[in-house]
């Protein structure tokens, strides 16, 4: 290979290196040659389910070259459909180094190394399909497999090209090719020369290519086939890497979608001008007309695209008669205009066209791009087109009974009243069908999906033929005078069915031919049939053409065709004749094979019944009942069964092979196998299903229900998908908030909906018993308000889901509601006139004036009866009256000006004004719709007329819009929209597509949108939107005020900002203006006064009084209640003293949380719960005598966050008493233990909630609050007839309470804080306190019915100093001993309430004291327990003086102590005190033995936060970790600490375990915040190992599946890969770097389904909300990148942290990964990694701080920082939430999922996990 001549002019690769015989190409898998039928020659195919195990390779020998030189690779292939395809090729560079290129549509990105670069190669498709459609759109190509049009493909990569500009390298030769599955391979050729595969010789040389000018025609033995007179860019795709002269990003290999290009001999970029086509025309229409574009038989479409002279307008009648003309004469072919036509501007029937003939100034845009006209050019309004529709929202309009699948069920076609369209369930992206006039009430497709008909309701229905892949209508048929209800094509698609009525309205059944549509254009009528039976649907039957069934009220008819007549016969029916039949479906199969004999017809009715119809015999064969709801058993309802008894309506049946859907009355989509056995599927809709269909492959059903909802049921996955949600009724009118991308509607419906414009998702929904007939969106917060036909005004918090405040003023209509620019106020007018202002900075939204017959009466000017100036200064409005137009200061709401509109407009009488707009600031225009059809400009300062427009619409103009530029005009008149030149310069442009009259029209914040609603909301491209308006009229930047400049504040401006920086900061508005015009309306007691006396009245602040909200009207709106706002005085004033917390560890103070219990959470009612609570481990050392122990009763109660567990010692079963929200203080039991007490802090720690429960059945008999602060202490009488609860330091009192009727008897206050209280052992009616000011000894005086309780108060022994009395207990019948926070006792007489004597007790203070007998209890902060004898006191009682410690040690004698783990806060003992229970802060539960000197642990759990939790793989044992240093495992069977494993100083922040069932090599991994890992065996009860992976804090830790290695990651984002036996790193993965990782998980997986070898799959999720996904073989050292996801959020405002990111693959389908943390919407999103999509979102109302996946369900357990864990059911969406004391940090299910743990702060709950199916019906 010395010479490179014999490489020129090409090298034939397969030939040359003869890969036939295998010799120097090697082969490997599925590659087989077989006969193409697109290129009638002989190709190779490459197959396999993993690309890396079929391919081809050239050269065979690693060690030898290739050796081809040429600059060009050229690939003639075509990737397999649905499938993925790999293309590797290693070129050597003149450095010698070899780099690999591959491309594959696998690749989801860009990526390079030095030796290396990787491409995603973006699939075309077939001209006009689907797929090419969605390419265009979003102006790329399609992403993930090959589509099924894809085509044969010419690629040429320009390898120098390449190896230039990503590497810097120069290119030498072409080593090595490997073709990988799964694609076919013609050939492959490398050369010099830039070969054009769209030009044939012959072209080339008229031309001028040549090898000498570097160019050509691709070699005749490499060109594919073109027949003749078509084109070869019309059937095959010729994609250039890298493309010249494109705007597309060279990281990806994709066709640029352009017209095909002929090169010249000067320039190959040039292309060559394509001739005119010009049209030959009749006369008449030449005069009116200037192009008609395409017209279609039999009934034509006429296409204008012309400006009709005012003087020049054409008869209806002569443009009818040349309609009948012209298809004969006139067929236009070609585009000579550029205009690619993606997009639908308009689509006008002729019917369409006779209703706009006689307007001036028009344009009617098209589908079909419009040529240039011939003759006088007249001036265009540019861009032409400028609107372009992009989406609808809406569905159905006559119907809600049609849709329908396509073959290859990727989408979805249904009616959206006049526009049918198609939406991809993928991409969401939609085409329109536009030809209707009137309501679409029929569709159907033929068994290829090829052809589509449509029919519309109405007067005058038509049925339209569809080429469904370009969109062209074939045909439009008239037979049926009215009321055309069901469409039906037979299997082949040559025969169409229809029912209507006919001008006598009897109904009538036509078959139409249409063998001959897509060629000819042309249906013919078959046959005919005039009927009185009634019928609602009727269907051709698969197996035969000329066979019908039908069926309707009281009938079932079968129908045949035959010698051009149609004939029938009834099924009978017998009993069921009198039924409502509401639709019938012929049973699946092979029609080849079946006879009709045995065919079965399926019929469903109103009343319920199934019908299994035998067809040859036309007899029913077997009948079933839906029955309605049987009896629930919780929320576990029995499987559906057919059955005797009250049926529920069935609307709609489908059947596949394998099973029957119906849709039902109940909103149920219910699957059923064919034997009806039972439901093994169903699916609840919000409302009536009224259509069921299922797709072709049986793999998914579409649902739609007659309240607007349509979606579809994946059956494999059990997931539903909502497609499109809409009103059932108009759309009155919208607000836009631009920087959120949000829409609000307000509808006829009753209900007031937010969108999201980008996805259409519908995000609220408000439901109200009145109708919203107006709606704002305030300019910078998500606050929108709503105004009401009954007259209120509601305002509502988007972000909380909350009604901030509701006005009422009016008795009329709201008609106008508008907030100024800058979001300082609100406006509102009735249709009695009144005019509003509130004050929009106050979330109340206070009213500031309200005044009387300001604005004109009546309804026809809503929604927009106001409109404010963009500087935010002028209001205008239509008013007094209906000719006055009158300017208003914005903030005054003086009059600044009226203008007359009757006197303005001389040439018209009786005009009134319609609507009013402003222009922008700068123009200083109003502008003003009339009676007259005309627009006028006005002034804004001199009030005079600077122009107008005339004959604006046919009808009156509905709404007026300007852009943000002032250089254009959008008006609504009755069904269509006009886009106009702003200075009336240039022709207008008119756009149809809605079927009633538009309500609203508007220009999106961004000017990117057109928004128009009506019967629909529509979505329209603005093509000016991206011209610079600065640029185009030499005018400079303009700046944005009020609400653009706001809003960039906002947390998603990056979405969206139309303005620039602001100059300076704004100023404070000035204070609200002192009130004195006449006509304001005062406000009253129930919302703002009535309308009484209007002069010389006042409005303030204070009369405001927001009316008390039901939320029954409102539905789906969750109202929070809020927090009484602090208020403080100043200056002259007197300030309160806060309460100050005693020096004391004795009084209890809550534990800080920054948490707040959600109130709207949804707790299961009793016995329907979804998680039975088990066992609660820890003990809360944080309350303060929250033990009790009653041996006699054997009862033993303590508290763990916010529920009081009784526990039974002997046996470890725990009875759980739930109904606190907030930490349990304190808590007393009777003493003839059938009562417990309880006290917990109140919600937000403002009031105490004290409850009250029965032991036996563990409910509640009571809740009460009255301690505004926490309890401090509860203790009952001796004879247990009541019982006493103190307050805590903010509201020292003490409460008496019976413990019969739970009623308050007497309180008192004192003067300092109270630590400690008790009751006398003998005598009920005396009791003690002790506190900060001394001990204070309490007597009760009963007078019935009264109950007093008197207080004395002693201050503490001068001999003990300045102390705090902390506790107290009694002593037999005459001695009380108290203790101090300095160790004193204090020994006190009773009867004389004097202390007679005190020793030292301790070093510490002593928080718990018990006596009884002889013996005394003294627990203290030192964590010394000690028993003392104190059997010598009485004796030693004084007459007159104190006893000290001195004379007291022969008194008292300490005869026992013990060390415990912490401070004593608790303790309960027998009456002898020998055994007893105590409590400490390091929460455990001591069991204390003074005879035998000894202490056990009962009762062990974490002091400070839990950081996680593990189970082991056979669920033996647990295993937790937390912020004090401690690894703890527990024994799951008896919930007992088994060992604890303490590393000092150090935080523990995550544990896992191994992936071991042998106990001997069990060990527990935990990573802790310096960095290290330590590896514990449980057999031997010791650290095994210790490693250093990091140096920052280990965020997350998990074995590998396998347990071959660890991954550790650390707070800096690395993931450390280590050896468990060695404990040497083995790598460090940095893609994370910079992000604490939060997540690691591994699971056993195969990688070869995603074409890598690999046997685990595991992922690394990051704080910076990214998710990596990869393939690893631990054994083998590999680990491979296979997935790398990134989430958007916005902006995080204000103090708190984010949401953390998690992610977690699905138990049931790991390639499906489960993610939630912030981001744009707080919801679960699923991933799929198969398909490289996401698959499903659930919404949760707050952000995720944990959540787990269930292994044996399809159950999430999602754990909130609003101290709510829920419970949610995957499919269903349905949730169950459970309380918390505390944000939840860490939710765990067990690798059976029987077992759920739930972690808040250190509370540990373990709970049975029950079936979802007991779930009752709670949405989300």
């Not at 259409?760 to 709503?786: G, M």
């Not at 920082?1761 to 949730?1775: A, H, P, Q, T, Y």
Request: hydrophobic share 35%; proline share 4%.
């Amino acid at each position: 290979m010395a010479s490179k001549d014999w490489q020129h002019p090409y090298v034939n690769i397969f030939k040359h290196f003869k890969i036939e015989e295998w010799k120097k190409t090697k082969k490997e898998g599925e590659v087989s040659v077989s006969m193409d039928k697109t290129l009638r020659c002989p190709v190779f195919r490459v197959k396999g389910p993993i690309p890396a195990n079929s391919y081809i390779l050239l050269h065979k020998s690693s060690s030898q070259s290739l050796g081809l030189t040429g600059k060009y690779f050229y690939l003639l292939f075509r990737p397999t459909p649905s499938k993925y395809f790999v293309v590797h090729i290693d070129v050597a560079a003149e450095e010698g180094q070899v780099v690999r290129i591959s491309f594959s549509n696998m690749f989801k990105e860009f990526k390079s190394t030095s030796t290396w670069l990787q491409f995603p190669f973006l699939c075309g498709a077939a001209k006009d399909s689907v797929y090419e459609n969605t390419a265009k759109a979003t102006r790329n190509g399609l992403i993930g497999p090959a589509p099924s049009t894809v085509r044969w493909t010419c690629l040429m990569l320009d390898l120098q090209s390449i190896l230039s500009t990503y590497l810097n390298r120069c290119y030498n030769h072409l080593k090595t090719i490997k073709l990988c599955a799964n694609m076919a391979v013609k050939n492959m050729f490398t050369s010099d020369l830039l070969l054009n595969p769209g030009v044939s010789f012959s072209e080339a040389r008229l031309m001028g290519l040549s090898s000498s000018r570097g160019t050509g025609p691709v070699p005749r033995d490499m060109a594919f086939p073109v027949p003749s007179g078509s084109s070869w860019h019309d059937l095959y795709d010729y994609i250039r890497f890298p493309s010249e002269g494109t705007k597309l990003p060279f990281d990806s290999i994709q066709k640029y979608h352009q017209r095909p290009q002929a090169w010249t001999t000067s320039n190959p970029k040039y292309p060559i001008k394509e001739r005119r086509h010009c049209a030959s025309l009749s006369k008449p229409v030449q005069d009116c007309v200037s192009l008609i574009q395409e017209i279609t038989s039999p009934k034509p479409l006429v296409v204008i695209s012309s400006h009709l002279e005012e003087n020049n307008l054409p008869h209806s009648h002569d443009l009818h008669q040349e309609e009948m003309e012209c298809p004969s004469s006139c067929h236009i072919m070609s585009n000579p205009s550029g205009n690619t036509g993606d997009g639908v501007h308009i689509f006008v029937p002729s019917d369409s066209l006779r209703k706009h003939s006689e307007e001036s100034e028009e344009e009617i845009y098209t589908i079909n791009p419009q040529l240039p006209k011939e003759g006088k050019k007249l001036e265009k309004l540019l861009p032409d087109p400028i609107l372009q529709l992009h989406r609808i929202i809406g569905f159905g309009g006559a119907t809600n009974k049609h849709a329908l699948w396509n073959k290859s069920s990727d989408e979805v076609v249904y009616p959206c009243h006049a526009i049918i369209i198609s939406m991809n369930i993928i991409s969401k992206m939609q085409r329109f069908f536009i030809g209707h006039t009137d309501k679409v009430s029929a569709l159907d497709f033929n068994a290829s999906t090829t052809l589509l008909a449509s029919a519309q309701s109405g007067q005058h229905s038509v049925v339209r033929v569809w080429d469904y892949q370009n969109g062209n209508c074939l045909a439009t048929i008239r037979n049926h005078a009215h009321s055309l209800s069901s469409l039906s094509f037979s299997f082949s698609g040559g025969i169409l069915c229809g029912v209507g009525k006919d001008r006598l309205s009897k109904t009538l059944v036509v078959v139409w031919s249409t063998l001959n549509v897509q060629k000819e254009r042309i249906v013919t009528v078959l046959a005919k049939a005039h009927t009185d039976v009634d019928i609602h649907t009727i269907k051709v039957a698969a197996f035969d053409e000329t066979r019908m069934v039908s069926c309707g009220r009281d009938n079932i008819r079968l129908w045949r065709m035959r010698n051009g007549s149609l004939r029938s016969c009834p099924v009978n029916l017998g009993e069921y004749h009198s039924q409502d039949f509401t639709d019938v479906a012929f049973e699946e199969g092979d029609s080849s094979c079946q006879h009709i004999d045995n065919r079965t017809l399926y019929a469903s009715s109103r009343r319920g019944y199934i019908f299994e119809i035998d067809y040859s015999r036309v007899v029913i064969r077997n009948v079933r009942k839906l029955q309605p709801a049987q009896e629930q058993h919780g929320d576990y309802r029995e499987k559906w069964t057919f059955k005797t008894g009250p049926g529920i309506a069935i609307n709609s049946i489908s059947v596949s092979t394998s099973f029957c859907a119906t849709g039902s009355e109940d909103g149920f989509l219910r699957l059923w196998p064919l034997d009806f056995s039972s439901v093994f599927l169903e699916a609840e809709h919000e409302g009536p299903v009224s259509l069921v269909s299922v797709s072709s492959d049986g793999l998914q059903v579409l649902a739609a229900t007659s309240n607007g909802i349509l979606g579809y049921l994946d059956v494999c996955s059990r997931d539903y998908n909502t497609l499109m949600r809409s009103h059932t009724d108009s759309v009155l009118g919208f607000s836009l908030d631009g920087v959120r991308r949000h829409l609000t509607t307000a509808s006829s419906d009753g209900t007031v909906r937010i969108w999201n414009m980008d996805s259409l998702h519908q995000l609220y929904d408000f439901v109200s018993e009145d109708c919203p007939c107006s709606v704002a969106f305030h300019p910078r917060e998500q606050v929108f308000s709503c105004g009401f036909s009954s007259g209120i005004i509601r305002v509502f918090d988007i972000s909380n889901a909350k009604l901030l405040v509701e006005h009422k003023h009016y008795k009329g209509e709201v008609v106008g509601l508008v907030f100024s620019p800058n979001g300082e106020f609100m406006y509102s007018a009735s249709s009695e006139g009144s005019l509003a202002q509130y004050d929009a900075s106050d979330e109340d939204h206070s009213a500031r004036k309200v005044i009387c017959n300001m604005v004109a009466n009546g309804t026809e000017r809503s929604p927009d009866a106001l409109t404010v100036s963009h500087d935010s200064c002028s209001l205008a409005f239509v008013g007094p009256s209906d000719y006055i137009v009158t300017i208003a200061d914005a903030r005054t709401l003086d009059k600044l000006l009226h203008i007359d509109v009757s006197v303005v407009d001389v040439e018209s009488t009786l005009v009134s004004a319609l609507k009013v707009c402003f222009a922008s600031a700068s123009t200083q225009h109003l502008l003003v719709s009339t009676s007259a059809n005309k627009v006028l400009w006005i002034s804004t300062k001199t009030g005079r007329v600077l122009r107008e427009v005339s004959k604006v619409d046919k009808q009156r103009c509905s709404s007026l819009a300007v852009s943000e530029d002032s250089r254009f005009l959008l008006t609504a008149g009755h069904n269509a929209v006009k886009m106009w030149d702003y200075d009336a310069q240039r022709k207008s442009q008119m756009f149809i597509g809605h079927s009633q009259p538009i309500c609203q029209v508007g220009f999106t914040p961004d000017q990117q949108s057109v928004i128009s609603v009506g019967d629909a909301i529509f979505i329209w491209d603005f093509l000016a939107g991206s011209m610079n308006s600065s640029t185009a009229d030499g005018s400079p930047l303009r700046l944005s005020n009020g609400c653009a400049t706001a809003a960039l504040s906002d947390a998603h401006q990056v979405q969206l900002s139309n303005s620039v920086p602001r100059q300076a900061a704004p100023l404070p508005s000035p204070p609200p203006l002192q009130l004195d015009i006449c006509n304001i309306i005062q406000l009253d007691d129930n919302a703002v006064n009535s309308q009484k006396d209007c002069l010389g009245s006042q409005i303030s602040q204070s009369n405001l009084v927001a009316r008390s909200l039901s939320p029954a009207p409102f539905l789906k709106v969750t109202e929070l209640p809020s927090v009484s706002p602090l208020t403080c005085q100043f200056g002259g004033g007197n300030v309160k003293r806060q309460p100050v917390r005693p020096d004391c560890y004795r009084h209890f103070v809550p534990r800080f949380k920054n948490s707040v219990m959600d109130q709207n959470a949804l707790m299961p009612q009793p016995g329907e719960e979804g998680l039975k609570l088990k066992s609660v481990f820890g003990y809360n050392g944080n309350g303060r005598g929250n033990v009790a122990w009653s041996p006699d009763q054997g009862l033993f109660v303590y508290s763990c966050g916010c529920i009081v567990v009784v526990e039974n010692l002997h046996t470890g079963t725990q009875k759980h008493l739930q109904g606190h929200n907030g930490e349990i203080s304190c808590l007393a039991v009777a003493f003839d233990a059938q009562t417990v007490v309880s006290g917990a802090v109140g919600t937000n720690q403002i009031q105490s909630q004290i409850c009250i429960w029965d032991v036996q059945s563990g409910a509640c008999r009571k809740s009460i609050s009255h301690h505004k602060g926490a309890v401090q202490c509860l203790a009952f009488s001796r004879d247990d007839r009541f019982f006493l609860s103190v307050g805590d330091f903010s509201n020292p009192e003490v409460a008496l309470w019976s413990s019969r009727t739970l009623q308050l008897l007497s309180s008192v206050r004192v003067s300092g804080p109270l630590h400690d209280a008790a009751f006398s052992p003998s005598a009920a009616s005396q009791l003690a306190c002790v506190g900060s000011m001394g001990v204070y000894f309490c007597l009760i005086h009963e007078h019935a019915p009264d109950v007093e309780l008197k207080v004395q108060n002693i201050d503490s022994p001068v001999e003990v100093g300045e102390v705090e009395m902390t506790a107290l207990s009694y002593h037999m019948d005459h001695y009380l001993f108290t203790a101090t926070n300095k160790g004193h006792v204090c020994v006190w007489d009773i009867s004389t309430q004097r202390c007679f004597m005190t020793w030292e007790a301790d070093m510490g203070e002593i928080g718990v004291l018990r006596c009884h007998g002889n013996s005394l209890l003294t627990g203290s902060n030192t964590r010394w327990l000690r028993l003392w004898g104190v059997g010598a006191v009485c004796d030693l009682r004084p007459l007159g003086t104190i006893s000290n410690i001195e004379h007291s040690e022969t008194a008292v004698i300490m005869k026992r102590e013990i060390l415990l783990d912490g401070t004593i806060v608790s303790s309960a003992f027998d009456n002898a005190l020998d055994m007893g229970i105590v409590g400490t802060t390091a929460g455990t539960l001591w069991h204390i033995n003074w005879s035998e000197n000894c202490s056990i642990r009962l009762v062990s759990g974490h002091k400070a936060k839990v950081n996680d939790v593990a189970f082991s793989s056979d669920e033996s044992h647990f295993a937790t970790c937390s912020e004090d240093g401690s690894v703890r495992v527990w024994i799951m069977r008896h919930n007992e600490l088994l060992v604890q494993f303490q590393v000092l100083n150090q935080a523990c922040c995550c544990i896992c375990w191994s992936p071991s069932f042998n106990s001997d090599s069990l060990c527990v991994a935990a990573g802790y915040s310096e960095g290290t890992v330590r590896v514990f065996r449980l057999a031997t009860s010791e650290m095994e190992m210790k490693l250093q992976p990091h140096h920052v804090e280990v965020t997350s830790i998990q074995y590998s599946a396998k347990g071959h290695v660890i991954l550790s990651a650390g707070k800096n984002g690395l993931v450390a890969v280590s050896c468990p036996k060695s404990g040497v790193t083995l790598r460090v993965i940095r893609d994370h770097k910079g992000a604490a990782i939060t997540t690691i998980q591994s699971v056993q997986n195969q990688g070869r389904e995603f074409g890598f070898e690999g046997t685990e799959l595991w992922l690394a999720a990051s704080a910076d909300r990214r998710v990596s996904v990869w393939v690893s073989d631990w054994m083998r050292d590999k680990c491979e990148l296979l997935d790398w996801l990134t989430f958007p959020a916005p902006a995080l405002t204000g103090d708190g942290s984010p949401a953390p990111s998690l992610a977690a693959f699905c138990p049931s389908d790991p390639s499906v990964v489960v993610y939630t943390g912030y981001g744009v919407e707080k919801e679960l999103s699923f991933y799929s990694l198969t398909t490289k999509q996401m698959i499903k979102k659930i919404t949760i109302p707050h952000w995720a701080t944990c959540f787990s996946l269930s292994p044996k369900s399809h159950q999430i357990a999602v754990g909130t920082k609003d101290c709510v864990m829920k419970l949610i059911e995957v499919n269903s969406g349905r949730f169950q939430d459970f309380v918390h004391s505390d944000s939840l940090q860490k939710c765990h299910f067990s690798p059976s999922g029987a077992l759920l743990f739930t972690v808040a702060f250190n509370e540990l709950l373990l709970w049975d996990v029950h079936d979802i199916n007991l779930f009752s019906d709670l949405q989300p």
